[in-house]
Each structure stands twice: as C-alpha cells, then as structure tokens.
C-alpha cells in the first residue's frame, strides 16, 4: 500500500536558518505530492504540490522537488521565520478518488 | 479556495454516549472526506461521503462505528458511536474544489 515517511519533530531553528524537512514515500503508479501546513489553532492548508517527477512545487519561500528515482519530496526553505513555526504534513494521492495518505507530521519551531 | 466549519470545535464525552461532528462548507462540492488524527500520529481517512450515494470507508472502519450522512452538497455529519478511550482524536472533514483537498478546523474529542 502507500505510505508516507516523513522525518519526526520537533525541529527547532533560529530565525534567518535553513530548514530542511525529509520525505518519503512508497506507492504504486505515479502519485502526486504534496506539503501541507497547519498553523498553531488553524486547518491544514496546502503549501505546495508536485505532481509529477522532477516538478518542483513553490510557496511561501518553501520549495520540493519529486525526485523518483530517490523516492522523495523533501521541502526547504533558506530563510525561516518565527511565523513559520507549524506543523508540516507530507502527502500523496495515488490510485485515484484523491484520497491522501499523510506523512506523521514535523513540527517546526523557529525562535528569535 | 473553500471556507469549511466544523462544530463542535471540542468535546469532551463519557464511555459509551455518541458524538456527532458537523462540517459545513461555503461551495457546493461533490466529494468530502473525513479523517481522524490519533495523537502523535498521521491523519488517517476514515471515509469519503458523496452526495446521494453512501459513504465508502476505508479499510478498518465502518458504519456501524462512524455513520455518516451527506444530504446535501455543503454538509456532512460523522456520527463516533459508542465511544471509547481509543477514540480520543482530532476529527477533520475535508472536501474537494478545483482539484485540492481544503481541510476544516478539527474538532478535538476527548473520551473518558
């Protein structure tokens, strides 16, 4: 079945770092990815998707590569902010139905 | 993008008594979804409720468990029947629009 692994939290940074959040996955076909944020008492919200290989998804500062040949969907950031401080969910969709299978969660906190 | 609510936002419930989870969305949408967030874990789809048809559950839940009703395009209710300790989760109800999934709030129960 498809699977998501994604590095565990908490990450803690100091403002202006480089972040770095691993992710990878296991699935059938040809899935689409993606990172998707929720903010302290906040939804999740899409941050970025990908949605075949070598296609680099972009927000926000926030960048991932589908990599297929590494299986990975790694996001980054060059500069983090206290406001980016959340928990980062990696996800895919594979098979059809855009069901989404998610990633355990980082949580990131970046500090002053 | 969709704005989706969610009541109640968090419960607190005895063993045994039933809990009925509201979403409600601003667009009319085909597909949504329901998924359970356990502590420390990924988000898990329980399952996806169309409009007019029965919801279609994902392996290891049913509807006995978690009946749920979708009688119009813009709501959806998840009934947690019988509840016990184990059930103590973060219940979100997502929906599809412009081919991306927007997730609700959550609503935190808590069973004793």
């Known amino acids: 079945g498809n699977s998501v692994t994604q590095m565990e939290g908490p990450v803690t940074l100091s403002e202006e770092a480089f972040l770095t959040i691993n992710c990878t996955y296991t699935?059938?076909?040809?899935?689409?990815l993606f990172w998707y944020v929720q903010y302290p008492g906040e939804g999740l919200q899409l941050l970025l998707k990908?949605?075949?290989?070598?296609d680099k998804g972009s927000n926000k500062g926030f960048e991932a590569t589908y990599r297929k040949e590494t299986t990975s969907f790694h996001l980054e950031k060059g500069s983090v902010q206290v406001s980016d401080s959340a928990v980062y969910f990696c996800?895919?969709?594979?098979?059809?139905?855009?069901?989404?299978?998610f990633g355990t969660g980082t949580q990131l906190k970046v500090e002053l | 993008s969709a704005v989706i609510s969610q009541k109640p936002s968090r419960d607190i419930c005895q063993r045994g008594t039933s809990l009925t989870i509201q979403c409600q969305v601003d667009?009319?949408?085909?597909?949504m979804f329901w998924y359970r967030q356990q502590p420390g874990q990924s988000l898990t789809l329980i399952a996806t409720?169309?409009?007019?048809?029965?919801?279609?559950?994902e392996s290891g839940f049913v509807i006995d468990k978690f009946p749920i009703s979708r009688p119009n395009l813009t709501f959806s209710t998840l009934t947690v029947s019988n509840m016990s300790p184990e059930d103590s989760s973060i219940y979100l109800c997502?929906?599809?629009?412009?081919?991306?999934?927007?997730f609700g709030p959550g609503t935190r129960l808590t069973v004793l």
């Open positions: 667009s009319q949408v085909t597909m």
């Open positions: 409720a169309n409009q007019g048809s029965e919801a279609t559950y």
């Open positions: 990908a949605t075949k290989a070598d």
């Open positions: 996800a895919l969709s594979a098979g059809g139905g855009n069901k989404l299978t």
């Open positions: 699935a059938t076909g040809y899935p689409s």
């Open positions: 997502s929906v599809e629009l412009y081919n991306e999934q927007f």
